[in-house]
T-cell receptor, first 115, second 111 residues
């Protein structure tokens, strides 16, 4: 089975801190994604990556950056955390962008609280 | 206006009931339609995947897509307590892995 592992289940940070959220997948997938999930707003795409060292902005990239130095690892960075970034963060991976049957595999999420 | 609107719920049904979950959308470029199931404190997992209009059945689950009405549905027959979860519809066009999700409907099936 595909496994997408997010490094932390719960995280509490202070306003202004730099925050790193790590995600690792073990199925050699080309594509990786970061979403945030908020009540009433659903899942919103922050950034995605089709390949190592490549990144594309999603729908809500402001205040975030990403890093993909290795195929299996995709990091989300909050340069200066703010309270409105308190959310559930979900990492996902998939193979073959745009292909019929392309499926997203999600990690279990990181619940980030910014105080 | 959101591109994808999902019936908000929550929905509570007795065990054995037929459940209907629905989404509407506005982007006619959407061609791939998915339903994800998300248990509490877990990430979403893909439940059903359909391309274009039509029906697709998998066990107790049937996904229906009507592109002319921009409407998709997920039917669950003989619902079980283990079906209690949040169900998310998602859809995308042809050119990227960028799926657009509905807000989710939380379903509780009572024994």
């Amino acid at each position: 089975d595909v496994k997408v592992t997010q490094s932390s289940r719960y995280l509490v940070k202070r306003t202004g801190e730099k925050v790193f959220l790590e995600c690792v997948q073990d199925m050699d997938h080309e594509n990786m994604f970061w979403y945030r999930q908020d009540p009433g707003l659903g899942l919103r795409l922050i950034y995605f990556s089709y390949d190592v060292k490549m990144k594309e902005k999603g729908d809500i990239p402001e205040g975030y950056s990403v890093s993909r130095e290795k195929k299996e690892r995709f990091s989300l960075i909050l340069e200066s955390a703010s309270t409105n970034q308190t959310s559930m963060y979900l990492c996902a991976s998939s193979s073959r962008v745009g292909a019929v049957g392309e499926k997203l595999f999600f990690g279990s999420g990181t619940q980030l609280s910014v105080l | 206006q959101k591109e994808v609107e999902q019936d908000p719920g929550p929905l509570s049904v007795p065990e054995g009931a037929i459940v209907s979950l629905n989404c509407t959308y506005s982007n006619s470029a959407f061609q791939y339609f998915m339903w994800y199931r998300q248990y509490s404190r877990k990430g979403p997992e893909l439940l059903m995947y359909t391309y274009s209009s039509g029906n697709k059945e998998d066990g107790r689950f049937t996904a229906q897509v009507d592109k002319s009405s921009k409407y998709i549905s997920l039917f669950i027959r003989d619902s079980q307590p283990s079906d209690s979860a949040t169900y998310l519809c998602a859809m995308r066009g042809t050119n990227a892995g960028k799926s657009t999700f509905g807000d989710g409907t939380t379903l509780t099936v009572k024994p």
